[in-house]
C-alpha cells in the first residue's frame, strides 16, 4: 500500500502541486485519468469502440459524483475562506435570492393574468359575436313567425334586411333555416339559406345562443322558437367557426386557435375524445401546454387558427400564450363537448385592450409604470453600491487586521493599521494597535527582566563567592554558616577570617532594605572588614620585624599598638562606621557582629552594633546574650562601641544569627529567641549542619506557603 501511495503522491504532483486530500480528491483524480484513458479507444468504431466508450461514460458518471464533495469542500474551504466571498454570498442568500424568487413569482402570475386576460377578451369578443347574432336570429324568428301567421300557408319566407349593425355579409358562411312545426320554410334570398338545414334538437325550448358541434363543425349558432296559434316557428341562425371568422376574433388581440379533438371537416378520420388538458411551466420561455397528452403543435391538425401575432413594440414585449377551455355543446345531445381556446397575444395589445375606452389614461398610467420602475432600479443600484462599500469596510479591516498579525507574528512589533474610520471596526484597528504597543512595551519590559535576572544572577553568583567556601574549623573551634537571600542577592553578610591555626575572626551583619543596594552596601562591607583585617596582619608582621632592628627604638609600643588595633572588635566598628558614614548615603546603615576568638586562651572578645545579640548556649544549657556593643553602623559619624569578652567552655555553643531567624510570622505570631533557642539545644549534640538545617526546616513549617519574608542567616561555632 505504501508504494502505491507514493507513486500516487508523485503523479499527483506532475499534475497538481498540493497532495490529495480525502478519499474523494483522490478517487475523482485517477478517474479523470481514467476517462481520458477510456475515451481515446472510444474512437475506435465498432463494437470494441462501443464498449470503452461505455466505460468511459460510467467513469464519468463516478467523475461527478466524486467531484460534488470535493467542489463543497472546495467552496468552503477556498471560496469562502475570504470573508469578503462569505459576504457576498451572504448578501445574495439574504438580499438576491429572495428579489429574484419575488420578480420570478411576479412574471409567473404577470404571465397568468395575461394569459386571462386575454382569453377573457377572446372569450368577450365571442360573446359578443354570439350576443348579435342571437338578436339578429331573434328578429328573424319573432318575422317569420308573424308572417306565417298572417298567411299559414305561405311556403317561403323574405327576410328583412339585418338593419342596424353588422350586416349578414360581415359573417363569413352564415345560414339560416327557419321551420314551422318541424317543417323547413323557404328564405329568401336563397344565399343565406342553409343548404343542409341544421335538426332541431329535442331539448331545445324557447332561445338558445352559443357555440355547438355539429356534423364534425363548430358553429357559433343561436335559435328561437316562437309559438302562435298552436304552431310553433323555429329559426336557427350558424356562422362556422372558420379561419375568417375567427381572424374576426382576434382583431387586435393576436392569434386564436380553437382545439377540439374530433375531426375538423379537413380532416377524415375522427381522433380519441379529449379527455384532458395541461400547462407546464417548468421549461423556460412560454408555459408549455398540452392537449391530452400532446403539444399544441401536434394538436394543430385539430384546430382552427386565425389572428396575426404584430412585431414587438419594446424589448419586453413578449408573447403571451394561454390555454382556457372553451364552453361547447352537442348540439344533437346538449351534452358538452371539450373544446379548448388557446390565445398568443402580446402585453401592449392587452394593454391597449384593457384601456381601449380611455388612451391618454393609459399612456399616463403606462408612464407612471416606467418611472415607477426607473425609480426601483435606481432603488435598487444605489442599495447595491451601499452594499459593495460596506463589503469594502468591513472586508478591508478584515484585511489589514489579518496583515496585521502576520507582521506581529513575523516580529514586527512597530507594525501598525491605519486607521481612517470612526466606527467599530476602527475602533477594533485602534485596540489593535494599542494591543501591539502594549505587546512592544511588553516584550521591551521582559527583555529588560531578563536582562536584570541575567545581572542579578551574576550578582548572586558574585555574593555567594563573597560568603566563606569549604569547611572552615579549627582544632578548638567547630564553624558553620549558612545564608538564605529572600531575593536573588542578600543583604545578609557573614564571614570567617582566620589568624594563623589559633586565630578567628567572626563577622555577622545585616544592611537596610533588600536587593540590589542591600547587597552592594553588603559587598562593600564585607570589603572594608577584609581589608582591615588584612592591613592590621601586614601591620603586626611589619612591628615584629622592627623590633629585630637596632634602629627602631619603639617597635615594642608599635606591635602593642596593633595588636589593641585589629584584636578589640570595638576598634574596627569605629573604623567601618567612619568609612561606611562617609561613603554611603546618609539613610543607609548596617548593623554588625564582630568578634574575635583566640583558640589558645578559649577568650571570645565581640562587641555588637546594633546587631540581634547572638546566644551563648553553655554546656549546662544557660544562656549568654551577647549584647555588648552600640549603635548601628554607618548612620552617625564620631560614635564608639563597647566589648565585651567570654570565655568558651568544651560544648559551649555561640548562636549569631538575623533578624530573618527569628521574625517570620503566621497566625500564632513571630517564631521568636526561644524557639531558635529549643531547636539548637534539642540537637545540641548532632553535627553543626544538622543543627542548621533543623533551623531552617522549623522555619519553613512556620512561614508555610508564605514567601520568605527577610534573609535569613545563621552562624554556630562549637567548643570543642
Known amino acids: ?47 470494441t469502440g462501443g ?44 438580499g438576491l435570492t429572495p428579489v429574484v424568487l419575488f420578480v420570478t413569482l411576479a412574471l409567473i402570475l ?19 359575436e354570439l350576443a348579435h347574432i342571437a338578436s339578429i336570429n331573434g328578429s328573424f324568428a319573432m318575422h317569420v313567425a308573424h308572417v306565417l301567421d298572417q298567411n299559414p300557408h305561405l311556403r317561403a319566407v323574405a327576410l328583412p334586411e339585418i338593419g342596424a349593425g353588422p350586416s349578414a355579409e360581415e359573417y363569413t358562411g352564415l345560414s ?29 325550448h324557447g332561445s338558445f345562443h352559443g357555440i355547438v358541434l355539429d356534423r364534425g363543425q363548430l358553429w357559433l349558432r343561436a335559435a328561437d322558437q316562437q309559438t302562435f296559434d298552436g304552431h310553433t316557428t323555429t329559426v336557427i341562425s350558424s356562422v362556422p367557426l372558420e379561419k375568417e371568422n375567427v381572424d374576426a376574433i382576434a382583431s387586435e388581440l393576436g392569434t386564436v386557435s380553437i382545439f ?54 419594446h424589448f419586453y414585449d413578449m408573447p403571451v400564450s394561454f390555454l382556457a377551455p372553451l364552453a361547447t355543446i352537442d348540439w344533437t345531445t346538449d351534452q358538452p363537448v371539450e373544446v379548448y381556446t388557446s390565445v398568443t397575444s402580446r402585453p401592449s395589445l392587452l394593454y391597449k385592450r384593457l ?113 566563606p567556601h569549604g569547611q572552615v574549623d579549627l582544632p578548638m573551634l567547630e564553624l558553620h554558616g549558612v545564608c538564605l537571600p529572600a531575593r536573588t542577592v542578600s543583604g545578609d553578610y557573614y564571614d570567617f577570617l582566620l589568624f594563623g591555626q589559633t586565630g578567628l575572626g567572626i563577622a555577622l551583619g545585616d544592611i537596610s532594605g533588600k536587593g540590589i543596594s542591600a547587597a552592594l552596601l553588603m559587598a562593600t562591607l564585607h570589603s572594608a572588614v577584609r581589608a582591615y583585617r588584612f592591613a592590621g596582619e601586614e601591620l603586626v608582621t611589619e612591628g615584629v620585624a622592627a623590633l629585630a632592628s637596632p634602629r627602631t627604638r619603639h617597635a615594642g609600643e608599635q606591635e602593642v599598638e596593633c595588636a589593641e588595633l585589629f584584636e578589640e572588635p ?18 543607609k546603615y548596617a548593623t554588625l557582629f564582630l568578634a574575635h576568638y583566640d583558640g589558645l586562651s578559649r577568650r571570645l572578645v565581640y562587641s555588637n552594633g546594633g546587631h540581634l545579640p547572638p546566644f551563648l548556649l553553655r554546656a549546662n544549657d544557660t544562656v549568654t546574650r ?95
Open 1 to 47: 500500500m505504501k508504494p502505491f501511495r507514493k507513486f500516487e503522491a508523485a503523479v499527483f504532483r506532475r499534475f497538481h502541486r498540493d497532495p490529495p486530500q480525502g478519499f474523494f480528491h483522490r478517487a475523482a483524480f485517477w478517474l479523470l485519468i481514467g476517462y481520458f484513458v477510456l475515451s481515446i479507444p472510444g474512437w475506435i468504431p465498432g463494437q
Open 51 to 94: 464498449i470503452f466508450r461505455g466505460l468511459a461514460q460510467l467513469d464519468f458518471f463516478f467523475l461527478i459524483i466524486c467531484c460534488i464533495p470535493v467542489l463543497w469542500r472546495f467552496i468552503f474551504t477556498q471560496l469562502l475562506w475570504k470573508v469578503r466571498n462569505r459576504l457576498i454570498v451572504t448578501y445574495v442568500l439574504m
Open 110 to 128: 404577470l404571465y397568468a393574468f395575461s394569459g386571462q386576460f386575454a382569453i377573457f377578451a377572446a372569450n368577450g369578443v365571442v360573446g359578443d
Open 176 to 204: 339560416i333555416a327557419a321551420f314551422e312545426d318541424g317543417h323547413p320554410i323557404a328564405l329568401s334570398p336563397a344565399s343565406i339559406q342553409s343548404a343542409t338545414p341544421p335538426v332541431i334538437p329535442a331539448w331545445l
Open 260 to 313: 377540439t379533438a374530433i375531426d375538423l371537416p379537413q380532416e377524415q378520420q375522427p381522433q380519441r375524445p379529449v379527455t384532458h388538458f395541461q400547462v407546464n411551466t417548468s421549461k423556460p420561455g412560454p408555459p408549455h401546454m398540452a392537449i391530452n397528452g400532446q403539444s399544441v403543435d401536434e394538436a394543430g391538425r385539430h384546430a382552427i387558427t386565425g389572428g396575426t401575432l404584430p412585431g414587438p413594440t
Open 355 to 467: 384601456f381601449i375606452t380611455s388612451l391618454n389614461v393609459a399612456t399616463a398610467i403606462r408612464s407612471i409604470i416606467i418611472a415607477i420602475a426607473i425609480f426601483f432600479g435606481i432603488v435598487e443600484l444605489l442599495a447595491f453600491l451601499a452594499a459593495i462599500r460596506l463589503n469594502r469596510t468591513i472586508t478591508r479591516s478584515v484585511h489589514d487586521l489579518y496583515e496585521a498579525t502576520l507582521a506581529i507574528d513575523s516580529g514586527n512589533l512597530t507594525h501598525r493599521i491605519q486607521v481612517r474610520r470612526r466606527d467599530q471596526l476602527g475602533s477594533l484597528s485602534r485596540s489593535f494597535n494599542t494591543m501591539a504597543a502594549s505587546l512592544e512595551r511588553l516584550l521591551a519590559e521582559q527583555r529588560e527582566k531578563q536582562r536584570l535576572q541575567n545581572e542579578l544572577a551574576i550578582a548572586h553568583e558574585v555574593q555567594a563567592n563573597l560568603f
Open 570 to 587: 570595638a576598634r574596627i566598628l569605629a573604623l567601618l562606621n567612619r568609612h561606611l558614614y562617609r561613603s554611603t548615603q546618609p539613610e
Open 626 to 720: 551577647l549584647d555588648r556593643g552600640g549603635a548601628v553602623v554607618g548612620l552617625l559619624d564620631e560614635l564608639s562601641w563597647e566589648q565585651g569578652t567570654e570565655r568558651l567552655g568544651t560544648g559551649d555553643i555561640l548562636i549569631a544569627y538575623s533578624d530573618g531567624c527569628t521574625e517570620p510570622e503566621n497566625d500564632f505570631g513571630e517564631f521568636g529567641e526561644e524557639r531558635l533557642l529549643e531547636v539548637v539545644r534539642a540537637h545540641r549534640h548532632l553535627p553543626l549542619e544538622t543543627i542548621s538545617e533543623q533551623v531552617m526546616q522549623n522555619l519553613r513549617s512556620w512561614i508555610g506557603d508564605q514567601e520568605q519574608p527577610d534573609d535569613i542567616t545563621l552562624v554556630l561555632a562549637r567548643q570543642r
